[in-house]
């Protein structure tokens, strides 16, 4: 069955670095679209970035561009979530997601099959 499993996160203080992960299993990994989620508490959860595996083709929420970097090792069907100066903002839990009949639309929760336990990021 399908399996997505994050780590990586933690406690960090603003300005900080987290690098997140997503090992990914029970599926073909290629040509499909990976996404990284956040929901904050009394908050609805939003796209920070997604990754069509396939060609490598990357998206970002605007909060994060030039801060965040999604990559993949498709030897290992693991997506990273590099996440470079930190804001308080930022604190959420993470949620890794996959999208597996990929038809171009990366930015909608509903587009995703499949999620990932999540993983607390807290910056302070």
């Known amino acids: 069955h399908v399996q997505l499993v994050e780590s990586g996160g933690g406690s960090v203080q603003a300005g900080g670095s987290l690098r997140l992960s997503c090992a990914a299993s029970?599926?073909?990994?290629?040509?499909?679209?990976m996404g990284w989620f956040r929901q904050a508490p009394g908050k609805a959860r939003e796209v920070v970035a997604a990754?069509?595996?396939?060609?490598?083709?990357?998206y970002y929420a605007d909060s994060v561009k030039g801060r965040f970097t999604i990559s993949q090792d498709n030897a290992k069907n693991t997506v990273y979530l590099q996440m470079n100066s930190l804001r308080l903002e930022d604190t959420a839990m993470y949620y890794c997601?996959?999208?597996?009949?990929?038809?171009?639309?990366?930015?909608?929760?509903?587009?995703?099959?499949?999620w990932g336990q999540g993983t607390q990021v807290t910056v302070s």
């Open positions: 990754i069509y595996t396939g060609p490598g083709i990357t």
């Open positions: 029970g599926y073909t990994y290629s040509s499909n679209c």
């Open positions: 997601a996959a999208d597996i009949d990929y038809d171009g639309s990366w930015e909608e929760a509903l587009d995703y099959n499949y």
